[in-house]
């Protein structure tokens, strides 16, 4: 009984060393989780955190794909083991009502199998010249799987050429899981090429891009603890 009591101590210790190590590593998480649930329980009473779709930030080569509160950003965690590969935001409406837009012109594809993303290949990225990026967006369908991506993008669609700012559908809360949706979102990614004109898996954040320096916003976790992101005054 006493080595059995010696071992669930030793695990107790080592689950909270764990939960503090994630504490501390991502303190701006949970806080960013609260305004979250705070933002979608009543989008109307902090209309000062929402970004505006298409309304671009300075000089920025991008242009906001929607419009809501940036809830999650890049790197972000919302569990041990867990980084985030791009930003979230919500849009504080009903499922099929936000509107998704283009970031950046580009070449459109949807895969057969796919009901709520879209990609964009972007064969020259506009902070790396000769580099070839991807943009991603996803959850613009509901929780059973219909479909808000624009009829003009039905699935299968193949290197549709777009313009910044054309319409791609409307913000959804698909998971995957209809007992399990998301909040109300766009979850949008850069993500990098394989050297072979496909792009990488977009799960993993090594085959993603910090999307700060093509918003002209902070959206890197680890460089904003706590700030709600939006446009710089100044500029």
Not at 27 to 39: A, K, T
Not at 212 to 225: D, E, I, Q, T, W
Request: proline letters at 8%; one cysteine or more; aromatic letters at 12%.
């Amino acid at each position: 009984m006493r080595n059995f009591l010696k071992v669930l101590l030793g695990i107790v210790v080592v689950v909270l060393l764990v939960a503090a190590y994630y504490l501390v590593r991502h303190p701006g998480s949970i806080s960013r989780s609260s305004r979250v649930s705070q933002w979608l329980r009543d989008p109307d009473a902090n209309p000062q955190w929402a970004i505006s779709a298409k309304e671009r930030c300075a000089d920025a080569p991008f242009i906001p794909p929607t419009s809501g509160y940036i809830g999650f950003l890049w790197d972000d965690s919302f569990r041990i083991g867990h980084r985030h590969q791009g930003i979230d935001i919500f849009g504080g409406e009903t499922v099929g009502v936000t509107p998704v837009y283009a970031a950046f012109s580009g070449y459109l594809s949807r895969l057969p199998e796919w009901k709520s993303s879209l990609i964009i290949r972007i064969p020259d990225d506009p902070l790396q010249p000769g580099r070839q990026i991807w943009t991603y967006y996803t959850h613009l369908a509901d929780a059973e799987g219909n479909s808000f991506i624009a009829a003009t993008f039905p699935a299968g669609t193949t290197e549709e050429w777009v313009e910044a700012g054309t319409l791609l559908g409307y913000q959804g809360n698909y998971s995957g899981d209809p007992d399990q949706p998301t909040g109300i979102h766009l979850h949008f990614s850069i993500v990098l090429d394989n050297g072979q004109g496909k792009f990488c898996n977009e799960l993993e954040i090594g085959n993603t891009v910090d999307p700060s320096p093509y918003f002209g916003m902070v959206l890197n976790a680890n460089k904003n603890p706590d700030e709600i992101v939006v446009c710089p005054t100044d500029n």
